[in-house]
């Protein structure tokens, strides 16, 4: 089998932008949002791997940020796109980070609706690199039942969330959803970022940065995200009223009132 970074093309505008979806979810979920982006784009909207259509040789062997900045631009020669905006929610940040930091001067401007790779994450962090924690969320694709009690009793010393519990609980109810919890966290591992460096490039390119946030996200908590916005230039919030699970449909039924926020 060979690698494949699926898209999906969407409309047929002169401004060219690349779309990655969050964690469990496909490019289908960006239909609601591309009409509010105007009739002037045209977007790329890409299956995540694990996701979808997209699939990786090796799927169980973590993927270099090298190696997809080397899939995005084949695509990029592949139809003759110079330069291009980034949309990105939620774990697709890291695909979209990638492409900041590899191909910083194609990239016109960037819309982060609440990013993952920009703040340390403790359990993603504990779960994917001490090996002996992979295997236990290895062991955990065929018997879920121990982690889920070990969320359960960390949420009753209230050390996690109730919202994270429920949003754990909901991802680990099937083999198909754990398997892919397993790959994903495994396999995205390699996709994290220096904030400092990553300022820095933008800074550099001038690139326009809009965030947008959920005031009520668990999942990726707008005040983790503030000291790295504050690094920006040419920085600017959103801050929304809601969680972080539907958030991209939030953030189309504001761009509808805000005709004028443009990619």
Same mark, same amino acid.
Do not use: C
């Given at each position: 089998?060979?690698?494949?970074? *699926? ?16 964690? &469990?979810?496909?490019? &289908? *979920?960006?239909?609601?949002?591309? %009409?509010?982006?105007?009739? =002037?784009?045209?977007? +790329?909207?890409?299956?995540?791997? +694990? *996701? ?8 169980? @062997? %973590? ?14 020669? @592949?139809?003759?796109?110079? /330069? ?34 920009? /703040?340390?994450? !403790? ?24 982690? $889920?009690?070990?969320? =359960? @009793? ?8 109730? #919202? ?17 919890? +397993?790959?994903?966290?495994?396999? !995205?591992? #390699?996709?994290?970022? =220096? ?7 933008? #800074?550099? /390119?001038?690139? %326009?940065?809009?965030? !947008?946030?959920?005031? *009520? ?28 699970? &539907? ?6 039924? +504001? $761009?509808?009132? #805000? ?5």
């Amino acid at each position: 089998m060979k690698t494949q970074l *699926h898209f999906q093309k969407y409309g047929t505008g002169s401004t060219v932008v690349l779309a990655f979806h969050g964690y &469990g979810q496909g490019e &289908g *979920h960006w239909r609601t949002l591309i %009409p509010a982006l105007g009739p =002037d784009v045209t977007v +790329y909207a890409f299956d995540l791997f +694990y *996701h979808g259509r997209s699939k990786l040789a090796k799927a169980d @062997a %973590p993927i270099s940020k090298k190696r997809l900045g080397a899939l995005l631009k084949d695509f990029l020669d @592949a139809h003759q796109i110079k /330069q291009f905006s980034l949309l990105a929610f939620s774990m697709g940040a890291k695909f979209a980070l990638t492409a900041v930091e590899l191909l910083p001067e194609a990239v016109k401007q960037v819309w982060l609706i609440a990013p993952d790779g920009l /703040q340390r994450q !403790f359990w993603y962090a504990l779960a994917t690199y001490p090996p002996w924690m992979r295997g236990v969320l290895g062991r955990a694709v065929l018997r879920p039942q121990r982690l $889920l009690r070990f969320l =359960d @009793a960390l949420h009753q010393r209230r050390l996690v969330d109730a #919202n994270l519990v429920r949003f754990a609980q909901w991802q680990l109810d099937s083999r198909e959803k754990r398997l892919r919890v +397993y790959r994903s966290w495994v396999g !995205f591992r #390699n996709l994290t970022f =220096d904030v400092k460096k990553l300022a820095a490039i933008l #800074n550099h /390119q001038a690139t %326009p940065v809009t965030f !947008f946030l959920g005031r *009520h996200d668990r999942v990726i908590p707008h005040a983790g995200l503030q000291s790295f916005i504050a690094s920006l230039q040419h920085a600017h919030t959103v801050l929304l009223e809601a969680g972080h699970a &539907g958030l991209i449909y939030d953030v189309a039924a +504001y $761009l509808r009132r #805000n005709p004028k926020l443009r990619l």
